[in-house]
């Protein structure tokens, strides 16, 4: 499809607004519905109460990777692992209304043939279809979780509102939101059958899309930021590690109702987030891709190399977008990603 041609004057070039074409064109054609793409009725997708596949991996859950956790009976195991569960996807779908409404106050600013404001829309379908997509899980999981906690829901209409008025750092918060998700969801399915097949379903069905997401609000970061004076792009690159580790919190880790309702102690939950060796580990190893994205938008510099320390979000920079903690493990991802390889090669094609 062609090109529209803003009646006003286009401050981007012709390869941002492509790209944007590109991924409008892809949202087009390649796109999921879910009531269409998912049989939820079929045998196989069938939810489990008592499937061992609960339980939490103690290398890619922080509480999982806590003696406390992996000294309980199996069936205790298996109910705390399904609830918790179902409270981070339902904090994902909360957090996809938030992106919706800080795109939506973007783009009802933007001039008439904006190259952004076509995609725009495509992503918050996208992601209403996500919301969507995860509270059918939820419901059929059948555990009545909560979602955010009280203070994150509480300030979530305000923050989706003013992030249209700051669309960098809302761009920032997208992939501060995202990220973690995005890559929990590939550690799982790296994993194999480690979870039961509903939710694999779901999470393979998100990882195609949010793929798209994730690229445009990368290039968007690239392309506003580099238009930025310098106060601006400090304000960036100080925003960049914050929203990483508080949303990185939000999302995964859970309300205070989820250690009274299980009877977690105290140092186990302060432990599991995020205070041992293990979970720094975990926290650290979402944002690879981010570190390498800061980097080349020229927000490292040895002040928010400090903070990025501080917060515990420092580490490697990621060499290719989605590279696993393990880098000696990629001819085995490679190897064990099959259905999400080839999803996200029809969403490109």
Known sequence: MTLSKSIRTEIFGPDYREMLAILSEGSVHRNFDPYLDIDWDSPELAIDPDDPRWVLSPELDPLGGTDWYKSLPLERRIEIGKWRTANVIKVGAAFESILIRGMMQYIMKLPNGSAEFRYCLHEMTEECNHIQMFQELINRIGVDVPGMRPLFRALSPFIGVAGGYAHAILFIGILGGEEPIDH??????????????????????????????????GEFLKAHIERMGPFGKAMCALAFP????WLAGEIMAPPRSFAKEFDIPREVIEDAFWRSPNSRR????????????????????????????????????????????????????????????????????
């Open 184 to 217: 929990y969801q590939k550690a799982i399915i790296r994993e194999g059958e480690s979870m039961p097949p509903a939710v694999l379903r779901t999470m393979q069905i998100h990882i195609a899309e949010e793929a798209r997401h994730i690229s445009f609000a």
């Open 242 to 245: 914050i929203t990483m580790r």
């Open 282 to 349: 975990i926290l650290s190893g979402y944002f690879g891709d981010m570190r390498t994205l800061a980097d080349e938008l020229g927000l490292m510099n040895p002040v928010t190399r400090k903070l990025w320390t501080l917060l515990h979000v420092d580490g490697d920079r990621s060499r290719y977008r989605g590279e696993p903690d393990r880098r000696n493990a990629a001819t085995a991802v490679a190897e064990r990603l099959p259905v999400v390889g080839s999803l996200v090669g029809w969403l490109a094609a």
